[in-house]
């Protein structure tokens, strides 16, 4: 391959801001005058060593040890030789090349021509979505509230039904058959290649910096015999378990937004509806499941350096996806973001969500989210019933896996308590229980084996539609369910104080501690609208079970016995969840030494308490 010019290359690197280069990779923030930093893509860390000095065009970093200039860069992270690296960056610059021979510049080989191939494929297809024969394309984006814009926007395009459309095309272009069978544009037959995609709408999956890798392909005719959705096969430059689709897109609002958030949907038209909805920071895999190479990749975006970040999950209810979610965050290269649920209402998708409901469901989708760790320990007790012993034993078994998960030692402790207090048992059971499940996991790990189950999970099919007749029928959840049905009928009749107060405790059936949770979060229950307004605010899959209780009618004689029913059922909530604080401080006082200020301080509590509790007894 002729050699370019030293001058030239010269010429290219000082005209080349490094900080654009590698920002394209990674995100980078002020470490001092003269230098940024981020988190490094050469290995896998939790804080930043990673350091550019844009000034002199250099990169090093601390914990591994790898530095260079702008060449060294691309060379080391796209697999691209010297003079390729040097092309790539003179095409941005719009910057024409010499070469020793004083020929023209010639034609790369290997990774260059399957990105040129990629991208010249992009356009054919979109050229192709205004002919005649791709009406039905053009129909389904309308039916999904895409329009021309959205669809340039995205770069979608259309194949054509034909054997040989894309193939005559590109090779008028200059490719060869065997650089569009290893772009995986083409399929090789009994009668020779021809085009993979046909009869589709594609859309381009392109990398973080924007080149085009593959693509992914929808079906739309009765008669095409092949999956609903069919993807670019593996090639050596795409590898579908570190893509993202939409990430070229939403780098740029992920890194400077606050929090940094991620919104991680399912598909394509998902991807488009949030980012046309203003969720623009929405990716969605390839045809793979969220792994912890898509992990590696998107920390690096996000300068996941603090756990002020934010990864949201959006489910449609689907159990498969939701598990696979769950095991991306079992890997040891995890976020150091928190990680959300979102559920939409109904099951629905972002994409019908935005069609039935507009793109402020779909920006509210964000508000419904909760801590993915609650929403599986959610699905966990759900199946349980937590009245009995041996209900709450299996509970807890099947629950503390989920946390032993959590290895942020802050984190840890705050959800062993979440468990406890919902599961109504001591605290210091549920910490050995999850210190066991730990041990389990890690001793599993080691032996590449997946963690054994502890016990035989409930049935379940997805989220289990959650309804007054499906809660269990025992003292506990009765009384809940009470407390909850006078508070959305009633709430504004009684002593504020009261109520507040009895709101504040976790209840023990998930699907009424959500409830609880919006009602607690509502600052004026006295007003016209407040009760429908916690309501909406109850996070899926749980919202009709709370219409179903601000509808039902109330077990009382009349209103005025509706209203007393309402206030003793508070007091009972309160004490009850006094007589908890009373057990668990009964039970850390034997740990604390009598004479000291800790001591002191929990039997004064004590004294507090029960002198709380014959205040209300007497109300």
């Not at 984006?141 to 040989?164: C, N, Q, S």
């Not at 760790?373 to 503390?400: H, N, S």
């Not at 309501?535 to 009618?553: H, N, T």
């Amino acid at each position: 391959m002729p050699r370019i010019r030293q001058a030239d290359v010269d010429e290219v690197k000082s005209r080349t801001n490094i900080a654009d280069i590698v920002g394209e990779r990674v995100a980078l923030k002020s470490a001092g005058v003269g230098s940024l930093k981020g988190l490094c893509p050469f290995h896998d860390e939790k804080s930043p060593s990673f350091h550019v000095r844009p000034q002199v065009g250099f990169y090093h970093c601390f914990g591994c040890g790898e530095s260079g200039d702008v060449y060294s860069f691309l060379r080391a992270i796209d697999h691209v030789s010297f003079t390729e690296a040097v092309e790539r960056l003179a095409g941005r610059l719009g910057y024409t090349l010499h070469y020793e021979d004083g020929g023209a510049a010639p034609e790369t080989s290997g990774r260059s021509r399957l990105y040129a191939a990629n991208t010249a494929a992009a356009e054919f297809f979109r050229g192709q979505l205004l002919s005649a024969e791709a009406e039905t394309g053009r129909r389904f984006l309308g039916e999904r509230g895409f329009d021309a814009g959205a669809a340039a926007h995205f770069g979608v395009g259309y194949a054509p039904r034909g054997w040989e459309g894309m193939l005559k095309a590109l090779s008028a272009q200059g490719f060869t058959r065997d650089e569009l069978l290893a772009a995986g544009l083409v399929s090789q037959g009994q009668r020779g290649v021809y085009d993979r995609f046909r009869g589709r709408l594609v859309w381009p999956i392109r990398d973080v910096t924007g080149q085009t890798i593959g693509f992914g392909a929808r079906k739309l005719y009765d008669d095409d015999q092949g999956p609903k959705y069919l993807n670019t096969p593996e090639t050596i430059i795409y590898k579908k378990n570190q893509v993202l689709y939409g990430l070229d897109l939403a780098k740029r609002d992920i890194s400077r937004g606050d929090p940094r958030r991620v919104v991680v949907v399912e598909g394509y038209t998902d991807v488009m509806a949030c980012h046309l909805a203003g969720v623009t920071t929405a990716i969605a895999t390839c045809g793979t499941a969220f792994g912890a190479e898509h992990i590696k990749g998107l920390r690096r975006v996000m300068g996941d350096d603090s756990s002020s970040g934010e990864i949201v999950f959006t489910f449609d209810g689907d159990e498969a996806g939701q598990k696979a979610a769950l095991r991306a965050f079992s890997e040891d290269d995890r976020f150091n973001a928190q990680t959300f649920v979102a559920v939409a209402p109904n099951g629905m998708d972002p994409c019908d969500l935005r069609l039935q409901r507009g793109d402020a469901a779909v920006r509210g989708l964000m508000d419904a989210k909760v801590p993915m760790f609650e929403f599986a320990i959610d699905r966990k007790l759900a199946g349980y019933d937590l009245a009995t012993v041996e209900g709450q034993v299996g509970a807890l078994r099947a629950a503390a896996p989920i946390v032993a998960e959590i290895r942020d030692r802050l984190l840890r402790p705050g959800y062993e308590r979440v468990l406890a207090r919902r599961l109504g048992m001591d605290p210091t059971e549920v910490h050995a229980e999850v210190e066991r499940a730990a041990r389990g996991a890690g001793a599993a790990r080691s032996k590449q084996e997946q963690p054994a189950q502890t016990q035989p999970e409930a049935p379940s099919a997805g989220i289990p539609a959650v309804t007054l007749a499906s809660l269990p029928r025992t003292a506990d959840v009765a009384a809940e369910r009470g407390m909850i049905m006078g508070a959305l009928q009633y709430g504004h009749q009684v002593d504020q104080a009261m109520l507040s107060r009895a709101v504040e405790a976790p209840f023990r059936h998930p699907a009424l501690e959500a409830i609880r949770q919006a009602i607690a979060a509502v600052p004026d229950r006295t007003r016209v609208g407040w009760a429908m307004d916690a309501v909406g605010a109850v996070r899926e899959p749980y919202r009709s079970l709370a219409g179903e209780l601000l509808m039902s009618p109330f077990p009382a004689r009349d209103e005025a016995g509706a209203v007393a029913s309402t206030a003793d059922l508070s007091r009972r909530m309160i004490m009850r969840g006094l007589e908890r604080e009373k057990q668990e401080l009964l039970g850390a006082i034997q740990r604390v030494p009598a004479d000291s200020d800790g001591g002191r301080a929990l039997r004064m509590r004590l004294r507090d308490i029960d002198v709380e509790r014959q205040r209300f007894a007497e109300s």
